[in-house]
């Protein structure tokens, strides 16, 4: 039951009882008026009867007076007293009508007695006036009018003692009717009181309580705590606030244990990211290590630019194998990303070692295509040389690789073409090819991301204008030289490239003039 | 890119036209794929119209060679017989010798 219709039904309770109390009070009040008129119509009643008894009085005296005096003179009072005895008799028959039958009864008996007693008045008054006094003092010695009369008091005593006693039986109606009003009207108060004090229960219980659990509960969940149940009771339309509290709080309960565990997905996403960060690094350092110190005359460079994250499907090496001997490796896997940076890792190795081991280049291919085997879908193009920095003498071989680019001191380019088909897809031999580097020349190995790389026009970067470059740079410095080789790049493809890119660059100064 | 396929029983040619690249390349790879589980035994890819050939597509057509029982790639494009060179792929040109 909701709050509103639990507060009309207490309010109507109060007016009904209001309304019962001034129906009983207004009874009451209209039974006491009744009381005391009863009682005065009974008390003006008796006085006619004691008035009914004086004139009866008044006519026996005259009756008595007459017979002894035969005076009509005497007769006065009987003929006052006998008008007054019919007025005040049908006064008395009139205002009893309403009382009780015994209060009628006594009245008509009396009316009755004072009836034979004037018979008998009569008779004796006649023979007075007719036979004189003795023979109605004869018929008055017989006791018959005497003993009417006495007849008649008694009736006239019963009659007043009658009406005296209910006209006090009326009063004492009255005051008991006067003293139940005035506890009724006492009662009001009480009521009012009760009511309130009701009424002050009845909030405090429908309202006031389960607001105060509800605020318990709302600062509770303020203040972080989810895990407790809210429990409002009261009313229905409180209760219902309070179950709505309830089912807010479970839900961002639910949301937040949520979150807990999408946090702790992103955390152990995080530190799986933090740590293929650590083994993508070290990869990426493995592609494209640091070069070392060169013999002097001879400066190195090169850099690697992954089409995705820090790993590549490209790796170079440039070390010396031997004291006087530079071996310089680049690889390509098709395709790019982590899995083929894992094939170029293994496939540089093991040129890596080959070189070390003093095989030629076209040998060392061929061992990396024994021992790579079958690599389709994907393949390996590779550019492997050694140079002679005390001769400059420079034997490469090619497995289906771009070009590499020997630049003369005067400029001339030679181009360093495949010497056997590219590994991993089809059988094949790869033979060693000779050149020279003179003082001054530059020699520049690279990959086909470079030139394949592409404009907004669609235009290709290309193999010609990567020669002038290197053609056109003094070549102190290698490492200026890739530099300005990929910002040129860069300016000519600003947006991300769609493969690695890696340039390797070998330069030998000229001889001091 | 865009790809003409023509079929006549087992045999099927497919006409290549446009930059064979790695964003192209899949696309080359799903219709190969497409006549090869369609019963397709033997294959002839016409590059005369391509203008440009990646690793991605050259690794497309690697696979191709070695999934159908015939295959034959039509000589024609400097474009592609410069990579074909290049890479020592005639196997492709059905050299039996590498270029």
Redesign the interface.
Same mark, same amino acid.
């Given at each position: 039951m909701n709050l509103r219709t639990r507060l009309s039904l207490v309010a109507a309770g109060f007016i009904a009882s209001l309304v019962a109390i001034g129906a009983v009070g207004a009874q009451l009040a209209t039974d006491r008026l009744e009381a005391a008129k009863s009682a005065g119509e009974l008390t003006a009643l008796a006085e006619k009867a004691l008035r009914l008894n004086s004139a009866y009085v008044d006519m026996e005296s005259g009756e008595r007076g007459f017979i002894i005096g035969g005076s009509e003179v005497f007769l006065e009072p009987y003929n006052r007293g006998e008008a007054a005895v019919d007025e005040l008799q049908a006064a008395l028959v009139q205002g009893t009508t309403k009382f009780d039958r015994q209060t009628r009864t006594i009245l008509d008996a009396t009316i009755a007695a004072g009836g034979a007693w004037r018979e008998q008045a009569g008779r004796e008054l006649s023979l007075r006036r007719s036979f004189g006094r003795a023979k109605a003092e004869e018929e008055v010695a017989s006791q018959i009018g005497k003993e009417r009369f006495d007849t008649l008091r008694a009736s006239l005593g019963r009659l007043s003692s009658r009406l005296v006693d209910a006209q006090r039986a009326a009063s004492r109606h009255r005051e008991h009717r006067a003293r139940q009003l005035s506890t009724l009207l006492l009662a009001v108060p009480i009521i009012g009181v009760l009511f309130t004090g009701l009424m002050a229960l009845a909030i405090r219980r429908w309202v006031a309580r389960p607001m105060d659990r509800m605020l318990a509960a709302v600062r509770l969940i303020a203040a972080g705590d989810l895990s407790s149940n809210v429990e409002v009771g009261g009313a229905d339309d409180v209760a219902e606030v309070g179950a709505s509290i309830d089912a807010m709080r479970a839900t961002m309960a639910d949301r937040l244990a949520e979150s807990d565990r999408l946090r702790e997905v992103a955390d152990r996403a995080r530190e799986a990211i933090e740590q293929s960060a650590t083994v993508t690094l070290q990869l990426r350092s493995e592609l494209a290590n640091e070069l070392g110190d060169f013999p002097p005359g001879w400066t190195a460079a090169a850099n690697l630019l992954p089409a995705e994250g820090w790993v590549a499907g490209d790796c170079y090496d440039v070390t010396l194998v031997a004291p006087h001997l530079l071996g310089v490796i680049v690889i390509d896997i098709a395709g790019h990303g982590a899995a083929q940076a894992v094939v170029a890792l293994r496939c540089k190795e093991i040129l890596r070692a080959a070189l070390r081991m003093r095989l030629e280049p076209g040998a060392a291919l061929g061992l990396l295509a024994q021992q790579v085997g079958d690599l389709h879908p994907s393949f390996v193009t590779a550019f492997v040389a050694l140079v002679d920095t005390t001769t400059g003498a420079c034997r490469y071989a090619n497995a289906g690789h771009p070009p590499a680019l020997l630049a003369d001191h005067d400029n001339t380019v030679h181009e360093l073409e495949p010497t056997g088909p590219l590994l991993g897809v089809f059988a094949g031999t790869w033979t060693t090819k000779s050149a020279q580097m003179a003082p001054g020349a530059k020699f520049a190995v690279y990959t086909d991301g470079l030139t394949e790389a592409r404009d907004d026009a669609d235009v290709f970067y290309g193999m010609e204008r990567f020669a002038e470059l290197v053609v056109t740079l003094p070549c102190e410095v290698a490492e200026s030289v890739i530099k300005t080789c990929f910002d040129d790049l860069h300016a000519f493809r600003p947006s991300r490239l769609s493969d690695d890119v890696t340039i390797v660059l070998v330069c030998r100064e000229c001889e001091a003039s | 890119m865009q790809l003409t396929t023509t079929r006549s029983g087992d045999e099927a040619v497919v006409t290549i036209a446009g @930059?064979v @690249? *790695?964003?192209t390349s899949p696309q080359l790879e799903a219709e190969l794929n497409t006549l090869f589980s369609g019963g397709a035994t033997s294959l002839v890819v016409d590059v005369e119209a391509v203008s440009?050939l =990646? +690793?991605?597509g050259? +690794?497309?057509l690697? =696979?191709a060679h070695?999934t159908a029982e015939r295959f034959e790639l039509r000589r024609g494009n400097r474009i592609v017989d410069r990579l074909i +060179?290049?890479? =020592?792929?005639?196997?492709l040109y059905g050299d039996s010798e590498? *270029?």
């Open positions: - | @930059d @690249d *790695a964003e440009f =990646g +690793s991605s050259l +690794s497309v690697i =696979g070695r +060179s290049l890479t =020592g792929l005639g196997l590498p *270029a």
